[in-house]
């Protein structure tokens, strides 16, 4: 099947057939009984791990990967890694297609997402972000100089931050404009010469015979419909995340050019019909 994207196209609507609303229940019930164990055992280990290293994270990121993978085996969707997550610290920007993406990106290596600071309150979901050691950031530039030390201490503590430049999820089939604001942290005298960005590419494909924006959450969908609907779904899905050579910041003027530059990373390692920017 090919397929080009339109920017007047809408979400598929999908209706949940008989046996879909079966595998709503064959694969909801493991899913959030393996969330619910992941979350209690990151939360026992957590009360070993922090007075002993404080801000490092030495085990539980391990849970996290393992968790992520076994959720994405239960929703039927090959997981595919092309290159490897760098070793430096810094953090990886991507494309942000969907609620999977926490997984399609979590199972490949321990990160450690940047989040809305409104994230924090949502039901069940602020639960999960907290206890995995998601850096929340509000919208406030009063606030700017307390997260600016939030994003320092944790990079200087060895954490690889991942962040979606994009500012918003798509369908999937577009890359957005990439917003310079976050890159921002990373420019400090202190941090600059030691920090890299690794720029990562995220494509989902559906089912064969199914609509290629199936997985993509974009525009104003609300997270329970789109999720019974991954649910409900056959296998045969998959996700590939590709990781792209990182860049380092002291070789980038600003934080408008590390902008730039991740983005065409990014958008180069989409399949030609992906790389819509509008």
């Known amino acids: 099947m090919t397929f080009t994207w339109s920017p ?17 229940v064959i694969r909801g019930v493991p899913l959030v009984l393996v969330l619910l164990t992941g979350v209690v055992l990151m939360g026992v280990m957590r009360l070993v791990e922090r007075p002993l290293f404080g801000n490092a994270r030495p085990w539980t990121p391990a849970i996290t990967v393992a968790v992520c993978r076994i959720c ?17 610290p810094g953090a990886l920007v991507a494309n ?13 290596a321990p990160l450690y997402f940047v989040s ?30 307390a997260q600016q030390d939030v994003f320092e201490d944790r990079l200087l503590a060895g954490h690889r ?13 577009r890359v957005l404009p990439f917003k310079s604001t976050l890159f921002a942290a990373f420019f400090t005298k202190c941090l600059r010469i030691r920090l890299y960005i ?7 494909t559906a089912p064969a015979c199914h609509d290629p924006l199936l997985y993509g959450w974009g525009g104003d969908m609300d997270f329970g419909p789109h999720a019974l609907i991954m649910l409900s779904q056959p296998r045969g899905g998959s996700v590939k995340v590709i990781c792209h050579p990182p860049v380092p910041v002291r070789d980038m ?20 019909a992906r790389r819509v920017s509008h």
């Open 116 to 145: 809305k600071a409104e994230v924090a309150g949502w039901p069940g979901i602020g639960l999960l972000a907290k206890i995995t050691g998601t850096v929340f950031i509000a919208r406030d530039r009063g606030q700017a100089r």
């Open 253 to 272: 003027a600003d934080r408008k050019g590390m902008a730039a530059t991740t983005e065409q990373a990014v958008r180069g390692g989409m399949p030609e």
């Open 72 to 88: 994405l085996a239960i929703l039927g969707i090959r997981h595919k890694v092309q290159g490897h997550i760098m070793g430096h």
């Open 8 to 24: 007047n196209d809408l979400p598929p609507e999908v209706k949940i057939t008989p046996w879909g609303w079966v595998l709503v």
């Open 161 to 173: 931050l991942l962040f979606f430049p994009e500012g918003t999820s798509t369908d999937n089939f």
């Open 198 to 204: 690794q720029p990562g590419s995220v494509e989902y």
């Open 96 to 108: 942000h297609s969907s609620w999977l993406d926490i997984f399609a990106l979590n199972a490949v």
